[in-house]
C-alpha cells in the first residue's frame, strides 16, 4: 500500500513595508455651503417645489426675517438642511442679507 506523503505549505513571501507611507492624518471638517448673508427674506411668490412633498413642507418653514442658524436648526427636525436653502437661493425663493 502506498503511503500519503504530506507537502509542505509554502507561505508567499510578505511584501515588504514602505517607509514612504505617510501617517494617517485627522479629517478635517469641510464647510460644503457658504452663504452672504444670514436672515431670510421671501422673494418668490410660490415655493418652488411640489406640493404636499417632504421639500415643500421645509420651504414652508422659511419666514421673512428669520436668521439662517433658526431655518437650519428647525428643518434638522425633518430632515432638512443647507442643501434646501441653497435650492431656494437658485430658485431665486428666497434672498440673504445681513
Known sequence: MPTAT??????PASKPVSPTVPK???????????????VIKIVGEKAPVRENS???EIFALFKDGM????FL?????IRGG???VQIALDKKY?????
Open 24 to 38: 494617517p492624518t485627522a479629517k478635517t471638517t469641510v464647510t460644503r455651503h457658504k452663504f452672504n448673508g444670514n
Open 94 to 98: 428666497i434672498e440673504l442679507y445681513n
Open 54 to 56: 417632504r421639500r415643500a
Open 6 to 11: 504530506k507537502t509542505a505549505k509554502i507561505k
Open 82 to 84: 443647507a442643501p434646501d
Open 73 to 77: 436648526a428647525s428643518a434638522r427636525k
Open 67 to 70: 436668521t439662517l442658524n433658526e
